[in-house]
């Protein structure tokens, strides 16, 4: 289910106008991973919202996946709606030992 107030559109509208704040955890580990900023951006204008954090603060924020040179990435995103502002919280590529092969679906714990 959808978090209220935290619309793809508007999110991928914020980020598309530049109304971005990199997070600075995210920045230093962006670099640990060798992941660019183009990267990000390209997962969250075009790449497919695969869970939601309603709960998360100051704002809810969602998990995307896409790919860049055919690796994938994941990109948690906060949003407010009364700031229009997109929150880049973290990047990284997802791993086969917490993601099932589709990069989508998390693996149960055995």
Known sequence: MP???FEIGTMR???NAGSIEWQRHALERM????????EVLDVLSAGERI??????APYP??????WAG?????VVVAYSAARETAYIVTAYEPDPIHFE????????KP
């Not at 055919?70 to 994941?74: C, D, E, K, T, V």
């Open 101 to 108: 092969d589709d990069f989508r679906t998390r693996r149960t």
């Open 3 to 5: 978090i209220p107030g």
């Open 61 to 66: 924020s969602a998990l995307f996946l896409g």
């Open 70 to 74: 055919g690796r994938p990435l994941h």
């Open 31 to 38: 670099m640990e991973r060798r992941i660019r900023r183009a």
């Open 13 to 15: 509208a914020a980020v």
């Open 51 to 56: 869970e939601d954090y309603p709960g998360d």
